[in-house]
């Protein structure tokens, strides 16, 4: 993918609604690190172990200073009901629109075998204070986690 964003880029900026339907800007998580979640969809099997894995280590990541966003493509009452389900402490996005899973690079697409439906590849940006790119994972495999111990060790060298 051409234009993926990879370590040492600066991420763009972009303002999507929560669960709320509360726009929320990326740059208002800043000051913080961020780990920034993509995922395929609420309330599939892999998407819940891993926004479950985030929730249940969050006290360790708050020790490290570090904010989880999750994204997927899914609307705003879809994500509501995704978190409320499974109590994620963390903002969920709706990139419903799918802008920013293309200005990322992040799209894949005829999901399922569905032609024509796209939706975010699973991928983690970790994003030091300033919002400059730390670490990019992306998986064109909807199936498989990311390394959350990998994770951990880069919010920790962060400082």
Known sequence: ???QIK??????DFT???VDMKPRSLKEFLGKKVVLAFFVGAFTSTCTKEMCEFRDSMARLIDLNAQV????VNDPFSNKGFAEKNRLPFPILSDY???????YGLELADFAGLK???VAKRSIFILDEAGTVRYAWVS????????????????????
């Open 69 to 72: 966003v999750g994204v997927s």
């Open 97 to 103: 629109k799918r802008e920013v899973i293309k200005t």
């Open 7 to 12: 370590v040492g880029d600066k991420v763009p």
């Open 16 to 18: 999507l609604p929560d």
């Open 140 to 159: 064109d495999n909807p199936a498989v986690e990311p390394n959350y111990e990998e994770i951990q060790k880069v919010l920790e060298q962060i400082t």
């Open 116 to 118: 024509g439906y796209t």
């Open 1 to 3: 993918m051409v234009n």
